[in-house]
Each structure stands twice: as C-alpha cells, then as structure tokens.
C-alpha cells in the first residue's frame, strides 16, 4: 500500500516544499541571476602602498547615513604592519568649520595581487566593510574608490579642492568605469 504525501498549507506536498527551499537556498549561495550581489568594477592597476599612504581629501561622495551633515571629510591612512593600516577618518559636522568628527578603524589588503582591495573593520571588528580602489592618478593625486559591489563611489584627492574641470572629467571616468554616478554630491570641501 503506497501513501501519498498531503498537501501542507502552502499548497505543495513535504517534498516539494523541501525542493523548493533548497532550490532558493541553492541559488542565493551559488549566484543565480538576479540574486547574485552585485560587484563594483575590477581595480584597474596594483598600488604601490607606500605611495598610498597619507592624507586623502573627499572630494566627491554617493550620500550615504554615516555622512550626513559631514562637511570636508578626509582620511589619513597609516601602515600598521605588511599588509594592515590604521585610517583615521575626521569630518566637520555642520560646516567646513564646524565640530571635528573622528572614527579611527583598521584595514587590511584582502587582495595581495593589485593592493587594492581593502576590507576595513568598525568598532572593534562589529562592523566590516570591503572597499576597493577602482583607479588612481599615476602620481597618486586622485583616487577612484567605492565599497565592493560599486554602489557608493567616491572621489578623493590629495588635496582638498580640485577645479571643476578635473571634477567633472573624474565623475566621467567613474561613469565609464561602471560606477553610478548620478547621486554623487561634494563633501563640502
């Protein structure tokens, strides 16, 4: 005598409720289209560390909660050990002149082939966030950067202004290196 599964209350029987749930399960750790996350582009060329090291001005930024109302943001990144920094990052609240505001995090180099993919660690390790340097000036003037899956680049200097010209020709760049660009708003330096 042969039993036949019942119908559970979403309408499938046990077995096809299971195949479905690791179909789903299946696709989101495998990449099926449309569940896959997305990734921002490829870094373009290898940093030389030492070169990166310093002061780096915002020039432009995607606007995001951590910055709202941060005015002339900058980080200063410092080489702890091979491969790991310190990065110290400070903002004005309210105006150019207002209120300093510092969070200083650590990162590490994740990808040892280009130097330019970070992953940087908040509060104590809590937070962890990936960031990578699409492109940088060959005299290392300007940088193209971004989280991993592209959706908030940014454009830093090292210096705190750059004319609008160069501006405009950089969000052009970011634009044709596949990053979103219509969202881009100055730090306010």
């Known amino acids: ?22 179909a789903l399960v299946a696709a989101v750790f ?3 289209p449309g569940l896959a996350s997305a990734q921002a582009p490829e870094p373009r060329q290898t940093l030389n ?26 980080q200063v990144w410092a080489q702890t050990a091979p491969g790991r920094f310190s990065i110290s990052q400070t903002c004005h609240r309210g105006s150019r002149t207002g209120p300093v505001r510092r969070i200083n995090t650590s990162a590490r180099v994740t990808d040892t082939r ?11 390790g809590l937070i962890r966030q990936r ?34 010209a160069q501006r405009q020709q950089l969000t052009a760049r970011m634009g044709q290196l596949g990053l979103p660009t219509a969202q881009l708003e100055p730090s306010g330096g």
């Open 1 to 22: 005598m042969r039993v036949q599964s019942q119908p559970t209350e979403t309408g499938l029987a046990p077995g096809a409720f299971k195949a479905a749930f690791l």
């Open 131 to 164: 960031y990578w340097v699409i492109d940088i000036a060959p005299d290392y003037s300007w940088m193209i950067a971004t989280t991993a899956d592209g959706k908030f680049p940014a454009l830093l200097s090292r210096s705190p202004t750059m004319s609008a």
């Open 49 to 74: 560390l030492e070169r990166f090291m310093g002061r780096w001005h915002e020039i432009l930024r995607t606007p995001n909660d951590h910055q709202r109302d941060c005015w002339a943001a900058s």
């Open 114 to 124: 280009t130097n330019a993919k970070f992953e940087a660690s908040f509060f104590g």
């Open 30 to 32: 495998i990449g099926w």
